[in-house]
C-alpha cells in the first residue's frame, strides 16, 4: 500500500462498491450532531454546558471541526467570564460599561449601567450613560428621560453633555437644546 492510498483509506472507509460518502458515514452523523446540539446550547445561552459539549467533542475526534470547535470553547469561555465579572468599585464598572457602549456592544452596556443603578439609585453618572446609548441608538425620547434624570441628580452633567460629541444626533432637537441651555 503507497502513501497516497493509506491516507486516502484514513479519511472515507472503505466498501466492495468503493468509498462511503461522508453523508452515509454513521460516526459523522454522530458528530455533526453533537456538534449542532452544542451549538444550541450556546445559541440558548448556557455557555457552560455548551463548552462541556465542545470539549467532549474535541477529545472524541472531531477531524475537519475541530478548528471551528476550539473557537466556539473560547466564546464560550469569554461569556463565562464576562457574566463573572466583578469590580473593585462603582468607577470601574462604569468604565467597564463605557467600553462595552464605545464596542458597539448596546445591549451589553445598558444591562451593565441597569446593574449600576440596582447598586446604587443616586448614580447619576449611569443615568447619564443611558442617556448617550439612547443618543447613540437613535433613541432620542429615552435619552432625554435619562439626561433629564443625570441632571436633576448631578447638575454638572448639564455642562458635561454641552460638549460631548456623543450627543451630536440630538443637537438638532429643540427639547435637547431647551434642557442643555434651560431660560433662568
Not at 464605545?102 to 442617556?131: C, P, S, V
Not at 434624570?149 to 460631548?164: G, K, L, V
Request: proline share 3%.
Amino acid at each position: 500500500m503507497t502513501a497516497k492510498t493509506a491516507t486516502a483509506s484514513k479519511r472515507f472507509p472503505r466498501t466492495i462498491a468503493g468509498a462511503v460518502s461522508p453523508a452515509d458515514d454513521p460516526a459523522r452523523a454522530h458528530v455533526l450532531a453533537s456538534y449542532e446540539a452544542a451549538i444550541r446550547l450556546m445559541q440558548e445561552g448556557k455557555f457552560d454546558k455548551a463548552r462541556t459539549a465542545f470539549e467532549k467533542l474535541l477529545t472524541s475526534g472531531a477531524g475537519e471541526l475541530s478548528d471551528r470547535i476550539r473557537m466556539y470553547i473560547n466564546a464560550c469561555t469569554a461569556q463565562l467570564s464576562r457574566t463573572k465579572a466583578s469590580f473593585a468599585d462603582a468607577e470601574e464598572h462604569y468604565d467597564y460599561a463605557v467600553s462595552l457602549l464605545n464596542d458597539g456592544h448596546y445591549e451589553d452596556a445598558r444591562e451593565q449601567f441597569q446593574i449600576i443603578l440596582k447598586q446604587n439609585e443616586n448614580a447619576d453618572y449611569a443615568f447619564y450613560g443611558l442617556a448617550v446609548l439612547s443618543s447613540m441608538t437613535g433613541d432620542s425620547h429615552t435619552c432625554l428621560e435619562h439626561l433629564t434624570e443625570a441632571i436633576r441628580r448631578n447638575p454638572r452633567n448639564r455642562i458635561q453633555a454641552r460638549s460631548d460629541s456623543d450627543f451630536q444626533d440630538m443637537a438638532d432637537d429643540p427639547r435637547f437644546t431647551e434642557l442643555l441651555y434651560p431660560e433662568v
